[in-house]
């Protein structure tokens, strides 16, 4: 006897873990008081686009100083290949500090069907879709080899999985 595992999540799944990840980023937000919930909400917007569309690779939530130094970091990795059916609660944000002289930022993560795309269709990709926010290249070393790493909780419905991790 054989059995088989079928991938069946869908755009509904996708949406639904990314509940957890929106609850985490705005409670950031709130907490750091480094960006208001307009920003955020379309911050979000992009990123959910992205994610349906299965673009996505990565996501961070960075705290930097002024000298651009990450202070401390929330990594959500995409697994589309994943088992998990049922996801852990949204939360573990509370040392997410209002720092002086700091300022929150995103960084995204593409995989390669995003790279394959040519320059024109990922502009009229995000033209179509009515993105919010204009992204820009990052230099930040989003491996966040200066900071203690730490699993914290794993978002997933049906197979679609997004892994978080905290970085201080």
Known sequence: MYNTFTKTYTVTDIRKTFE???ADF???ARRTEKMDMTTVDNIIHDILILAENKFLRSIDIVLLDNNETVIRATKFEINQDGTATSSDR???NNDW???PN???SVILSYNES???LSKQEKE???NDNNFKTSWVSSNIDNTFPHLSRNNA???ASNGYELNKTVYK
Do not use: M, S
């Open 20 to 22: 957890n990840f929106q």
């Open 26 to 28: 705005r409670t950031i």
């Open 90 to 92: 949204a939360g573990k």
């Open 97 to 99: 500090l209002n720092i």
């Open 102 to 104: 700091t300022y929150l």
């Open 114 to 116: 995003w790279h394959n």
């Open 124 to 126: 009229e990709f995000q």
């Open 153 to 155: 909780q794993l978002y």
